[in-house]
């Protein structure tokens, strides 16, 4: 790699108590120093799974079986193939229950998403062709703009390991330092059951660094908790460069003020406003992570405090307490949220009280205002999976709204009890890990005049005549944040609301019509069998009486 020797660099380091601590270091070329050189010849590749695992116990499952073998079955393959450690790791990090776990899209989207909004990063996967064909079309869908790589596999490929000596194949080829800063390898459902080894791929090749992960559907609940996956293991890689050495200045340069990284996807307009909060105390918002280069992860652990927007990056909450960074929950929503979490960050720093009441005093009078001026009335039942749902809830509260339900479907943290408790005080039912019957029971029961949810909460309501409205689109896709989100919600949610009675209308329009024997496109009269539903319905009550009597015995 050449000398950059139009910028400057700095030096992060840890002190005897395990903190980062960063040294202004203008000659120092701002590099990996410690990283090594691939090796000009490939090494052979070791043992890929244990001695018990036959190819045999893999090609039946990961093959035969696929993706539709069931989760317990491609769980159990995988810890046969040697992955119980990255298994167990995960259920502690992204615990389910009371059910299995919510309904969620492929997780590995999530994931996927995180690299391909990063500059300079490449994506390969590595899983079943129907299942790269998907998280491709919806990854372009969401205008990804970037080329997936796919690394094919057969049952030969599989079984024997040339899949693996594919892949690395592949990451070879794409190593090009000119153009990357890193290569992402994601094992999806039958490569992870099949124990694909990518901890055996170097780590980095000409200064490309390589990071493969894990992300199968039967150990990852949600899409939002694979964005943890992915950020925290680069947020990893990059602690270890921090402590191997001198590393890139990040391009926004550093901050001349201590600063707070924010832990969560968020709407680009809440960070700056969360600056602004920060600034009479005088602190400044650090990067957002996930992030969108590299070189913005050394920035994110250079930060005095954390403040976890989203609560469920449990990983990446992992790697900062490691670097000796705090953890501050909510986030800086409404007029309490505000208050509250403007006075954690404050006690997180060490700041003086009478600078703590300064920046509140600089924001709530005019979140206040804001919130009376655009009030919102009416009952709203809120779920959804992003992970800012209990925030979106406390802030239609302070305007007005009842809501007497909120769903989520990631897990219960530390970092959001602040929340669920200043709603339940609300008289709000927080339910974690909710399920699509969880959310659509408590919206039929409720009848709200609004109901904001997932795609088939949203068509459930409507089918109803309830208005209703998609939140990842609709709602997290607005300002939060101060001042600017305390009015950003009511014009949508009023205008919704006010659409009531045109939903009866269309609803009694339609009466009957796409349901039962009318479901479909009919030219005339649908062809009725009423013998042959007989038929069925005595055949479905014959196989649970007998399925009864097997448990008798």
């Known amino acids: 790699m050449e000398r950059d020797s139009g910028r400057q660099g700095y030096e992060v380091s840890y002190d005897a108590d395990g903190a980062l601590t960063v040294v202004e270091a203008p000659d120092v070329f701002m590099s990996v120093a410690a990283a090594p050189k691939a090796p000009t010849e490939r090494p052979q590749i070791p043992e890929l799974r244990p001695a018990d695992v036959t190819p045999a116990d893999v090609q039946a499952t990961a093959l035969e079986g696929g993706c539709s073998a069931g989760a317990d079955t491609m769980r159990e393959a995988a810890r046969k193939a040697g992955a119980s450690d990255v298994l167990d790791q995960y259920a502690a990090d992204y615990p389910v229950g009371p059910h299995d776990k919510p309904q969620s899209m492929c997780p590995a989207f999530g994931s996927l998403r995180v690299g391909l909004r990063m500059k300079r990063v490449a994506t390969i996967l590595s899983g079943s062709a129907c299942c790269v064909y998907g998280l491709s079309f919806v990854s372009h869908f969401y205008g990804a703009r970037r080329s997936v790589g796919y690394v094919p596999f057969n049952s030969e490929t599989l079984v024997t390991g040339k899949l693996f000596e594919d892949i690395r194949e592949a990451v070879h080829d794409m190593a090009d330092p000119a153009k990357l800063d890193a290569i992402i390898v994601t094992n999806l459902c039958v490569p992870t059951a099949s124990g694909v080894p990518l901890r055996l791929l170097p780590p980095q090749i000409d200064g490309v660094r390589v990071v493969g992960i894990d992300v199968p559907g039967f150990g990852i609940p949600t899409h939002a908790e694979a964005k943890d996956v992915l950020a925290g293991a680069m947020l990893k890689y990059a602690r270890e460069e921090i402590k191997a050495g001198p590393v890139q200045r990040p391009a926004s340069g550093k901050s001349d003020r201590p600063t707070v990284s924010l832990l969560g996807e968020m709407f680009p307009a809440d960070p700056m ?53 705090a953890i501050v929950g909510s986030a800086p929503v409404g007029h309490d949220g505000t208050a509250d979490w403007l006075a954690n960050i404050g006690a997180a720093f060490g700041i003086a009280a009478d600078q703590i009441a300064a920046a509140q005093n600089a924001f709530l009078p005019a979140i206040k205002s804001a919130l009376a001026a655009a009030p919102i009335k009416g009952t709203v039942t809120l779920s ?170």
């Not at 602004?276 to 918002?285: H, N, T, V």
């Not at 939060?480 to 659409?499: D, F, K, Q």
């Open 384 to 553: 959804g999976y992003e992970g800012s749902e209990l925030l979106v809830a406390r802030l239609l509260i302070e305007s007005g709204a009842h809501v007497p339900y909120v769903g989520t479907a990631c897990p219960k943290t530390p970092w959001s009890a602040a929340d669920a408790d200043w709603l339940r005080a609300k008289g709000v039912t927080v339910k974690y890990r909710a399920s699509l019957e969880d959310d659509c029971a408590a919206m039929e029961g409720i009848r709200p005049d609004l109901a904001i949810g997932t795609t088939p909460v949203v068509q459930k309501a409507k089918e109803l005549g309830i208005p209703a409205l998609y939140f990842t689109n609709l709602i997290s896709a607005r300002p939060l944040m101060g001042p600017a989100g305390a009015g950003s919600l009511a014009e949508v949610i009023n205008a919704a609301i006010g659409n009531k009675d045109r939903m009866a209308d269309m609803r009694a329009f339609f009466e009957g019509v796409g349901h039962g024997d009318t479901a479909g496109v009919w030219e005339g009269s649908p062809n009725l069998q009423p013998r042959f539903r007989e038929l069925n319905a005595k055949k479905l009550e014959k196989a649970a009486r007998a399925a009864k009597a097997e448990q008798m015995i």
């Open 273 to 325: 406003m969360i600056g602004a909060m920060l600034a009479p105390m005088g602190l400044a918002a650090g990067p957002v992570v996930p992030c969108r280069e590299w070189r913005e992860l050394y920035a994110a652990l250079d930060c005095g405090a954390v403040a976890a927007i989203h609560p469920f990056y449990t990983a990446s909450i992992r790697e900062f307490e490691a670097a000796g960074r």
